[in-house]
T-cell receptor
Framework: GENVEQHPSTLSVQEGDSAVIKCTYS??????FPWYKQELGKRPQLIID?????GEKKDQRIAVTLNKTAKHFSLHITETQPEDSAVYFCAASVYDYKLSFGAGTTVTVRA | NAGVTQTPKFQVLKTGQSMTLQCAQDMNHNSMYWYRQDPGMGLRLIYY???????DKGEVPNGYNVSRLNKREFSLRLESAAPSQTSVYFC????????????FGPGTRLTVT
């Protein structure tokens, strides 16, 4: 099955700086790559996703890039704010229902 | 719209006891899922239901059973709880096939002593 590795496991950034989280996947047939954000004590929520026919997607301060050849994708958060502090999960899936999640990255934005 | 709801929010069981976690969604979604979340391990799929009347095993199905009661409801049963099943359990639903956003419930924190 699909194996998704996520790095780093923790990330501390100064408010206003950028944060980058990287994920690699094993199954070259994977074609859907969502990112979920989970605030402390809350449920995971989708923040952005990308499909394999697209190389980059942006939504305000967040962007995701995909490199199919290298089988990795990244989340970029610019101008970080305190409300960006959370755990972020990447995931990947092939043409079925099963999302495989990475282990998560705990992002802390320092004021 | 309540979205995805789960009951109970918290539960403490003794080893060997059984219980059922309930999940319901009001978004008319076809697909539903049960995940467990453990520190440092992300979200792992236990079982899923592609559509009403079907269920399939996920990554970690041992020790669990599920029932897709109707299109809205998907329950997870622990027949004989073990300490290794101490975790936070999330139910989720999505509109259809792969590539659709999954909406998560608020979670159930289960402790097995």
């Amino acid at each position: 099955g699909e194996n998704v590795e996520q790095h780093p496991s923790t990330l501390s950034v100064q408010e206003g700086d950028s944060a980058v989280i990287k994920c690699t996947y094993s199954d070259s047939a994977s074609n859907y790559f969502p990112w979920y954000k989970q605030e402390l004590g809350k449920r995971p929520q989708l923040i952005i996703d990308i499909r394999s026919n697209v190389g980059e997607k942006k939504d305000q301060r967040i962007a995701v890039t995909l490199n199919k050849t290298a089988k990795h994708f990244s989340l970029h958060i610019t101008e970080t704010q305190p409300e960006d502090s959370a755990v972020y999960f990447c995931a990947a899936s092939v043409y079925d229902y099963k999302l495989s999640f990475g282990a998560g990255t705990t992002v802390t934005v320092r004021a | 719209n309540a979205g995805v709801t789960q009951t109970p929010k918290f539960q403490v069981l003794k080893t060997g006891q059984s219980m059922t976690l309930q999940c319901a969604q009001d978004m008319n979604h076809n697909s539903m899922y049960w995940y467990r979340q453990d520190p440092g391990m992300g979200l792992r799929l236990i079982y899923y239901s592609a559509s009403e009347g079907t269920t399939d095993k996920g990554e970690v199905p041992n020790g669990y059973n599920v029932s897709r009661l109707n299109k809205r409801e998907f329950s997870l049963r622990l027949e004989s709880a073990a300490p290794s099943q101490t975790s936070v359990y999330f139910c989720a639903s999505s509109e259809g096939l792969a590539g659709h956003e999954q909406y998560f419930g608020p979670g159930t924190r289960l402790t097995v002593t």
